[in-house]
C-alpha cells in the first residue's frame, strides 16, 4: 500500500514544476537542517532533515493507509525515475 500511495503523489501531483521544486529541495539538506513542509491539491509532503524521513500524507484518506514514511533517498530516488 505504502508504494502505491508514492505512485498516487507522483501521478497525480508531480508536475516537471513540482519535481524540480522537491529535488532542488532535497539537495539543498546539507546546506539547512530542519523540517521543510509542502502542500499540493491532495498530498502533503515533510521533509525532516534531522531524522532523515519523507513522510507523504493523502488528505482524502485519514487512515493508516494514508500515510507513508520513508527515508530521502529512497523519496529521491522515487522522483527521479
Same mark, same amino acid.
Not at 15 to 20: E, F, G, L, Y
Not at 71 to 76: G, H, L, N, V
Given at each position: 500500500?505504502?508504494?502505491? *500511495?508514492? &505512485?498516487? $503523489? @507522483?501521478?497525480?501531483?508531480? #508536475?516537471? !514544476?513540482?519535481?524540480?521544486? *522537491?529535488?532542488?529541495?532535497?539537495? /539543498? =539538506? &546539507?546546506? /539547512?537542517?530542519?523540517?521543510?513542509?509542502?502542500?499540493?491539491?491532495? $498530498?502533503? *509532503?515533510?521533509? !525532516? #532533515?534531522?531524522?532523515? #524521513?519523507?513522510? *507523504?500524507? !493523502? !488528505? @482524502?484518506? /485519514?487512515?493508516?493507509?494514508? +500515510?507513508?514514511?520513508?527515508? =530521502?533517498? +529512497?523519496? /529521491?530516488?522515487?522522483? #527521479?525515475?
Amino acid at each position: 500500500m505504502a508504494m502505491s *500511495l508514492v &505512485g498516487q $503523489f @507522483l501521478g497525480e501531483e508531480v #508536475t516537471p !514544476d513540482v519535481r524540480k521544486l *522537491l529535488l532542488q529541495a532535497l539537495s /539543498a =539538506i &546539507g546546506e /539547512a537542517k530542519g523540517v521543510r513542509e509542502f502542500a499540493f491539491n491532495r $498530498f502533503n *509532503l515533510v521533509v !525532516d #532533515t534531522h531524522r532523515g #524521513t519523507v513522510s *507523504l500524507q !493523502d !488528505d @482524502l484518506d /485519514a487512515s493508516e493507509n494514508g +500515510e507513508v514514511e520513508m527515508s =530521502i533517498p +529512497e523519496f /529521491a530516488a522515487a522522483l #527521479t525515475r
